[in-house]
């Protein structure tokens, strides 16, 4: 499984990483819009895992190039915050599969992410 991680905070997104790497997924780590942007550019995904609030961009921005680019990957919202609480994230984001808190343990993440990433 090939997962994308796209979060502001290097520790967490550091600590996603190594948790699925040591499940033996392929996870590339990302900070901004526009290192996701690129990395979509380079590499196929079946997962994104996505800080709905990233400090310099648009997470949406990038979770519709990711719909353009690899339309059968799903996106794995993550936040901190109550924006989108309502579920609506799933109207706005066709590709989404999941909204979940940031302090969501690994273990849970990763089984998520292989989950969805099966089903593409």
């Not at 109550?82 to 808190?101: E, K, L, Q, R």
């Amino acid at each position: 499984m090939k997962v994308l991680i796209v979060e502001s905070k290097s520790e967490l997104g550091s600590m996603w990483q190594r948790h699925l790497q040591r499940l033996g997924s392929e996870a590339d780590l990302v900070r901004s819009q526009a290192a996701a942007i690129e990395a979509l550019q380079e590499s196929d995904y079946d997962i994104l895992i996505l800080d709905l609030v990233l400090s310099d961009g648009s997470s949406l921005s990038v979770a519709d190039f990711a719909n353009y680019r690899c339309p059968k990957a799903r996106v794995i919202f993550v936040t901190n915050t109550t924006f989108f609480s309502d579920g609506s994230i799933f109207a706005h984001s066709p590709n989404a599969c999941s909204y979940v808190p940031s302090g969501t343990s690994p273990e849970d993440l990763a089984a998520m992410a292989e989950h969805y990433a099966a089903l593409r």
